[in-house]
C-alpha cells in the first residue's frame, strides 16, 4: 500500500509514472526525479525519454529544459493513474463491504500503515470498529470475518481488528490511551463520521 504501482511495475518506471500520475503540471526531469525518490537522476531521464517514445509520456522543449507530463490520452494512461489509486481503492471497498453489514458499526477506520501509505508486503490493514453494543450479535464475527477474506483477497495483506463500543472508547479518552493518538492522526474513515467527530460526540457531546 505504500507504493501500489509496484505490484505490476516494480522498476524506476513505476516511481516515474506515479510522480507524473500524480500532477497535472509539467515537470522537469530533475523534479520527477526529486518526487520519485528512487532512481539516480540519469535514469530518470533515460526512463522519461523512453516513456516519451511510446506516447504515454508528452515532452515540451521550454526555454533550456525539457518539461514532461502523463499523457491522459493514452490508452495506457487509465491504467497506470488506477494503479496510483490502489489504496483509496480499498478505502472504498472496505466501506461498501460495511455498509451492507446486516450489524453495521458506528464508525470504521483504516489506521496505521495502511493509511499512512508506509506498509510493506508484511504490513496488516489495521481496522478500528466502533460499535454500541455491550455484547456484540452473533452475524458481527461472521461479517468481520468474510471482511478479512476480501482483504486479504484484494491485497495479499492481512485484516487486523480492533473493535470497541463507544463506551470503551470513552474509557479510553478517559484514560488517554497511547493508541488514541494513531486514531487521532493517521486513522481513514470509511464508513461513519470521522473518528475527531466521534471522539466530540463521545467526550463533549458534540462541542469542539
Do not use: C
Request: glycine fraction near 10%; aromatic fraction near 6%.
Amino acid at each position: 500500500m505504500s507504493l501500489p504501482i509496484n505490484t505490476v511495475i516494480p522498476t524506476l518506471d513505476g516511481l516515474v509514472l506515479t510522480v507524473l500520475a500524480r500532477t497535472t503540471q509539467p515537470l522537469t526531469g530533475r523534479r520527477v526525479h526529486q518526487l520519485a525518490s528512487g532512481g539516480s537522476e540519469t535514469g530518470t531521464r533515460r526512463v522519461l525519454h523512453r516513456l516519451a517514445a511510446t506516447g504515454l509520456v508528452i515532452a515540451n522543449q521550454v526555454g533550456g529544459s525539457i518539461q514532461f507530463s502523463l499523457n491522459r490520452e493514452h490508452l495506457a494512461a487509465r491504467p497506470v493513474i488506477e494503479l496510483t489509486r490502489l489504496r483509496q481503492e480499498l478505502f472504498d471497498r472496505i466501506g461498501t463491504a460495511i455498509k451492507d453489514w446486516a450489524v453495521p458499526p458506528i464508525h470504521a477506520g483504516v489506521f496505521g500503515s495502511t493509511a499512512r501509505g508506509d506498509g510493506d508486503l508484511d504490513s496488516d490493514v489495521d481496522l478500528l470498529l466502533v460499535h454500541r453494543y455491550d455484547d456484540l450479535p452473533p452475524q458481527w464475527t461472521d461479517q468481520v470475518g468474510e471482511l478479512a477474506e476480501q482483504v486479504h483477497a484484494w491485497t495479499g495483506n492481512h485484516l487486523q481488528t480492533y473493535a470497541l463500543s463507544n463506551a470503551d472508547l470513552g474509557r479510553h479518552f478517559a484514560a488517554a490511551e497511547p493508541i488514541l493518538n494513531d486514531w487521532l492522526t493517521d486513522s481513514v474513515a470509511v464508513y461513519g463520521p470521522q473518528f475527531r467527530h466521534l471522539r466530540n460526540e463521545i467526550m463533549h457531546g458534540g462541542q469542539e
